[in-house]
């Protein structure tokens, strides 16, 4: 096995010269430049202490000096631990208290408020999206590190934190055989290969941006033209020198708008990819009347990468995200027996294979919980096999709410929301919504009198943006069953068109 570090030092002996990051409005970065970045990042990183099985927690803007930065820890032998840039000093705190990295990058913007966390045992340094920041004035004068960690495929590559309903958020570690292997999959099955030029336009903070789009430019040697937000007129004028597009469905969304999206302005494309959240039926139809392209949507979450693909030949299905990657396996369980379900039938999906991540980090007992003795990881996703043997995502066994491809999960919204004063209890819900897919909703119950939602939403400021509440319903009372559980599936029909008009 190569790791992602492996692979990128081969191609870029390869490639030379050829552009790997194009930044409209900016120079390009080449194969060569990026690999002397990554050495001399290296460097930086072994002055600074960092040594085999150290974290290094990175909240950084999205750029190039980003990327060579994690290519850099995974040569050091680092574990890279990548953080939404959205979170709050708050959120921040935890994530370092429990990872107990060795060094934290921030933006040089965030310097001053971050720079009490420096002491013996954590350093700090900055990353800007400019190039600029201590780190890159570090790499400048360190010698370049040529060297690798000598890593297996057990080995640790990557910590990504993951909420849980409980609010407790969990640190997934991700191994250089989870990264490398995931990549290898997906290079088949999507036929993506140097000759292909990416646009992308996704954060590199999670999976979908960084393990699965940056991962594959960088082993197969393609080309990523580098935008550091989504832009659907951007999108469509870059279209006609680019082949590939990976998105979140919000992307599709928003490109459908444009009366600009046709099959003229995407006939140099061969492949859009949606994933983080499911695509809406109607939009995937939609697309393939407008642009003669289908949709490939495929199925992934932070602790397994990439578990299933649509396929590359073949019929795109809407409402399925496909088969099984090759040397993934995926089955259906009771929830309750957790015994095999006959194909038709819903259940919960489980999956092994070299993809799996290895567990919660500093949580055995969880980790324990989540496997089952075959080596199976559940997921917590609910769904079904039809005798097409295509894989569909029928809900979410936890009331997981996905808002623009980012995980909001509602204890840790509601726990917000409860601490409020004249607040008595509240509930978390996603419900449609036109661009996001799903908009993060809080129905309050008041202790006595009423309550201001815009006083509400204005005190869960520390709350990351994307799990603020873009509602608050006031209500009397939450719906319950017999045995006193709200019942948030009676919520969400009872508000389901809250966003259909016209102010959404």
């Not at 393609?222 to 999108?235: R, V």
């Not at 039926?281 to 009347?289: I, L």
């Not at 009198?449 to 994307?466: N, Q, T, Y």
Request: glycine residues 8%.
């Amino acid at each position: 096995m190569q790791t992602i570090h492996e692979h990128f030092i081969q191609t870029a002996e390869v490639m030379q010269g050829k552009t790997l990051f194009e930044r409209p409005g900016r120079p390009d970065i080449s194969f060569s430049r990026m690999r002397d970045m990554v050495e001399r990042m290296a460097g930086a990183l072994t002055e600074l202490g960092v040594a085999p099985g150290d974290r290094v927690a990175v909240q950084v803007e999205k750029s190039p000096e980003a990327i060579a930065l994690y290519l850099a820890v995974l040569q050091v032998g680092g574990i890279f631990l990548p953080l939404n840039t959205a979170y709050t000093g708050a959120e921040i705190d935890y994530f370092i208290g429990d990872a107990a990295p060795r060094l934290f990058v921030c933006d040089p913007s965030q310097s001053a408020a971050h720079a009490h966390r420096a002491g013996d045992s954590l350093a700090v340094e900055t990353l800007g999206a400019d190039a600029d920041g201590s780190l890159m004035d570090r790499a400048a004068q360190a010698t370049a590190r040529e060297d690798r960690h000598p890593a297996g495929p057990d080995d640790r590559a990557a910590i990504l934190y993951t909420s849980g309903t409980t609010g407790r958020s969990k640190g997934a570690v991700l191994t250089h055989g989870n990264l490398s292997s995931n990549t290898e999959a997906l290079l088949e099955c999507w036929r993506f290969t140097a000759e292909d030029r990416l646009i992308h336009a996704l954060p590199i903070f999670h999976t979908h941006g960084l393990f699965v789009a940056a991962n594959m430019a960088l082993v197969a040697g393609a080309t990523m033209i580098f935008l550091t937000k989504f832009d659907p007129e951007q999108a469509i004028d870059l279209m006609g020198r680019a082949t590939v597009l990976m998105g979140v469905p919000t992307f599709y969304t928003r490109l459908l708008k444009s009366p600009r999206l046709d099959r003229e302005a995407t006939v140099n494309m061969r492949l859009f990819v949606s994933g983080s959240a499911p695509l809406l039926a109607e939009d995937h139809r939609a697309f393939a009347e407008r642009t003669g392209h289908q949709i490939l949507e495929r199925y992934g979450m932070t602790e397994t990468c990439m578990i299933a693909s649509n396929p590359y030949d073949g019929d795109r299905i809407p409402g399925a995200v496909g088969m099984a990657l090759p040397g993934i396996t995926v089955r259906i369980a009771d929830r309750d027996s957790a015994a095999p379900v006959p194909d038709g039938q819903i259940g919960l999906i489980e999956v092994k294979g070299p993809n799996v991540f290895e567990g919660y980090w500093n949580m055995p007992e969880k980790t324990a919980a989540e496997f089952r003795k075959d080596g199976f990881f559940i997921t917590g996703d609910l769904g079904t096999i039809g005798n097409d043997g295509y894989l569909r995502i029928v809900g979410r066994d936890k009331d997981l709410v996905i808002s623009g491809g980012y995980n909001v999960y509602p204890k840790e919204v509601e726990e917000a929301i409860d601490a409020l004063p004249g607040v008595l209890e509240s509930a978390v819900i996603g419900l449609p919504h036109p661009d996001l897919g799903e908009a993060v909703t809080a129905v309050v119950v008041p202790k006595e009198g009423d309550l201001d939602p815009d006083a509400i939403r204005a005190a869960l400021s520390d709350l990351a943006r994307f799990k603020q509440p873009k509602r608050v319903i006031v209500a009397e009372a939450l719906p319950r069953n017999v045995m006193g559980k709200v019942q948030k599936a009676e919520l969400r029909r009872t508000h389901a068109d809250l966003y259909a008009k016209a102010d959404a």
